[in-house]
Antibody
Framework: QVTLRESGPALVKPTQTLTLTCTFSGFSLSTSKMCVSWIRQPPGKALEWLARIDWDDDRFYSTSLKTRLTISKDTSKNRVVLTMTNMDPVDTATYYC??????????????WGRGTLVTVSS | QSVLTQPPSASGTPGQRVTISCSGSSSNIGSYTVNWYQQLPGTAPKLLIYNNNQRPSGVPDRFSGSKSGTSASLAISGLQSEDEADYYCATWDDSLNALFGGGTKLTVL
């Protein structure tokens, strides 16, 4: 079955770089039309999409955050990594990774990880 | 502030029918399909409706979606206590940025 799991530090200091890893199973990112996104949710607030990487290595970033984000994949290890630079307390959020099986066509997130809470504080 | 506008709250009694609206523009909902997600307290979002009105396997047919022009709606019939959750509409834009609504907190009275 399809599973995704986020991992990374629970606490980062302002100005530091955050690195998050999404480890997944039950599908391959080398499969045509498959992609993985990162989405975050500040406490008590709405979901915000951050970035996406496709089976063919195309990458897409949130317009408002693209200067701070880098997404990459290791297909052999079934991992997707997100880095976010210059972290600020407003970046405190639960970070999710999610799968889309039909990138290039319908664009929806059918499986989500449980999320990892990242707090930015000195 | 979300590009897609949802009412912050909605409510209904068990057995009632409730609808949640999602308003966008010609550059998002007007051009692309709409999805809906349900987020139960303390859990990750779950896909509820995709491609405007399609239900993934396992989602009860009490949940239905529709889209007209630059707006979309989620309807829940036969409301149950376990439907109490946050609901988010979503679509994308020409830059392939996924867009989410601000969310609607559904209370079952």
């Amino acid at each position: 079955q399809v599973t995704l799991r986020e991992s990374g530090p629970a606490l980062v200091k302002p100005t530091q770089t955050l690195t998050l890893t999404c480890t997944f199973s039950g599908f391959s990112l080398s499969t045509s039309k498959m992609c993985v996104s990162w989405i975050r949710q500040p406490p008590g607030k709405a979901l915000e999409w951050l970035a996406r990487i496709d089976w063919d290595d195309d990458r897409f970033y949130s317009t408002s955050l693209k200067t701070r984000l880098t997404i990459s994949k290791d297909t052999s290890k079934n991992r997707v990594v997100l880095t976010m630079t210059n972290m600020d307390p407003v970046d405190t959020a639960t970070y999710y990774c999610a799968r889309t099986p039909t990138c290039g066509g319908l664009y929806y997130f059918d499986y989500w990880g449980r999320g990892t809470l990242v707090t930015v504080s000195s | 502030q979300s590009v897609l506008t949802q009412p912050p709250s909605a409510s209904g009694t068990p057995g009632q029918r409730v609808t949640i609206s999602c308003s966008g523009s010609s550059s998002n909902i007007g051009s692309y399909t709409v999805n809906w997600y349900q987020q139960l307290p303390g859990t990750a979002p779950k896909l509820l409706i995709y491609n405007n009105n399609q239900r993934p396997s396992g989602v009860p047919d009490r949940f239905s979606g529709s889209k007209s022009g630059t707006s979309a709606s989620l309807a829940i019939s036969g409301l149950q206590s376990e439907d109490e959750a946050d609901y988010y509409c979503a679509t994308w834009d020409d830059s392939l940025n996924a867009l989410f609504g601000g969310g609607t907190k559904l209370t079952v009275l």
